[in-house]
């Protein structure tokens, strides 16, 4: 049947395979024939460059990376907590504030929040003061938390109500078995979201350009960005994203492992899934 119908299925898939490895090294080969690697190296692998980023691009863009990120999860992770419970409440008043709050914030993008906190809130408020690091934590965690509220709230629904139940028959008050029993067995349940969460935040934190820096406040792309205009190379710009790589691969095989051991709970986070 499979000589007068033709090729089978299998074959077809195996030439169809063989085609496509065939068009990609043609490719290659034409990239590596016709490229001025000269010009790419100087525009992309300058190692004198690359030097004299170093040891700043550590000491002073990773390690503001990382302060800023930190900064912004944790503010957005115990308002995220708040807004879960404010959501799951049985007071409809909270619940509305709760919904207002997360579908806003969800449906803002992170850049307008960082202009909003930098420049609306001076002009809103004159004489209002607020430093980088403050306005990079309320920035980064107004963002996240509207996120990971949801996180939070899908979490708690997991657990099972007979936990709950039985703490209860045993006179645990309501809010006791939600902080000892509840809370604890849902952060176990949405670490591999919170992770993700985590890595969206050390992305959006080079969003903090926006609001000015000295040269001992840049991350990293404020940094890559000037030292891009000072050496009109892209070189800096390379070394800036092997430094984010550093942040978020660990994170992700992180996230992976725990997603493995824990599961995720069928959540996921902005952009995540």
Same mark, same amino acid.
């Given at each position: ?5 033709? &090729? ?17 090294? %043609? ?28 040891? *700043? ?8 990376? &990382?302060? $800023? ?5 944790? !503010?957005?992770?115990?308002? +995220? ?12 008043? $909270? ?5 207002? $709050?997360? *579908? ?9 929040? !960082? ?17 980088? *690091? ?11 938390? #509207? ?10 629904? %997991? ?61 990293? #792309? ?5 030292? &891009? ?12 994203? &092997? ?15 725990? *997603?493995?051991? $824990?599961?995720?709970? +069928?959540?996921?986070?902005? +952009?995540?899934?």
């Amino acid at each position: 049947m499979a000589g007068k119908a033709g &090729l089978s299925k299998r074959q077809r898939a195996k030439i169809f395979r063989i085609s496509q490895y065939v068009l990609l090294l %043609a490719v290659v080969v034409f990239i590596a024939v016709t490229a001025d690697w000269a010009q790419i190296k100087r525009a992309f692998f300058d190692f004198d460059v690359a030097a004299d980023q170093f040891p *700043e691009v550590i000491t002073i863009a990773l390690k503001n990376t &990382l302060v $800023y990120t930190v900064l912004g999860f944790a !503010f957005g992770l115990t308002l +995220g907590l708040v807004l879960a419970l404010m959501r799951l409440s049985s007071v409809a008043p $909270y619940r509305w504030l709760s919904t207002i $709050y997360i *579908e806003f914030f969800r449906g803002l993008p992170a850049l307008l929040v !960082f202009i909003a906190i930098g420049t609306g809130i001076p002009l809103a408020f004159p004489g209002t003061f607020l430093s980088r *690091e403050v306005a990079i934590m309320l920035a980064l965690g107004l963002v996240g938390a #509207a996120y990971m509220a949801e996180t939070i709230r899908a979490g708690i629904q %997991a657990v099972p109500k007979g936990q709950v139940e039985a703490a209860r028959s045993l006179g645990m008050s309501q809010g006791r078995a939600m902080i000892t029993i509840v809370i604890p067995q849902a952060f176990r349940i949405i670490l591999p979201p919170l992770t993700n969460e985590l890595i969206l935040l050390t992305k959006d934190s080079s969003l903090a350009y926006l609001l000015g820096s000295t040269l001992a406040q840049q991350e990293l #792309a404020q940094f890559g960005r000037q030292a &891009l205009t000072s050496f009109k190379s892209l070189t800096p710009v390379l070394v800036v994203g &092997l430094c984010y790589l550093i942040i978020t691969i660990p994170l992700s095989l992180l996230s992976r492992r725990l *997603e493995n051991k $824990y599961g995720d709970g +069928g959540m996921t986070t902005r +952009g995540v899934g």
